[in-house]
């Protein structure tokens, strides 16, 4: 059974950074894609990033480019949001989601594993 643990999320202010990591066990195969996705109060769950463990092809939310960067570390089995230039609105629970096989899906449906989520909150 795949299990991910989100770490990372914290209080900072706007322009800062934050990294978010996604340490994931269980996974039987490297055919498997790894994503974030933030869910504010009030509003639906939205795709951050992706990533494709076989490959390593990403993409990310239109909100997000040139600011946040998905990457992985294979020996760890982890996955890391790097996240600059944050701003108020980037507020949010943000959840590390998985599924068997290479498609970046962007929609929250696709994902089977889930974990519980980290707090970012970004002040002005």
């Known amino acids: 059974q795949v299990q991910l643990i989100e770490s990372g999320g914290g209080l900072v202010q706007a322009g800062e950074s934050l990294r978010l990591s996604c340490a994931a066990s269980?996974?039987?195969?490297?055919?498997?894609?790894t994503a974030w996705f933030r869910q504010a109060p009030g509003m639906e769950r939205e795709f951050v990033s992706g990533l494709k463990w076989s490959g390593g092809g990403t993409n990310y939310g239109d909100s997000v480019k040139g600011r946040f960067t998905i990457s992985r570390d294979n020996a760890k089995n982890t996955v890391y949001l790097q996240m600059n230039s944050l701003k108020p609105e980037d507020t949010a629970m943000y959840y590390c989601a998985a599924h068997y096989g290479t498609g970046l899906d962007m929609i929250s449906r696709a994902y089977i594993y889930w974990g519980r989520g980290t707090q970012v909150t970004v002040s002005s």
């Open positions: 269980g996974v039987t195969t490297r055919m498997f894609t």
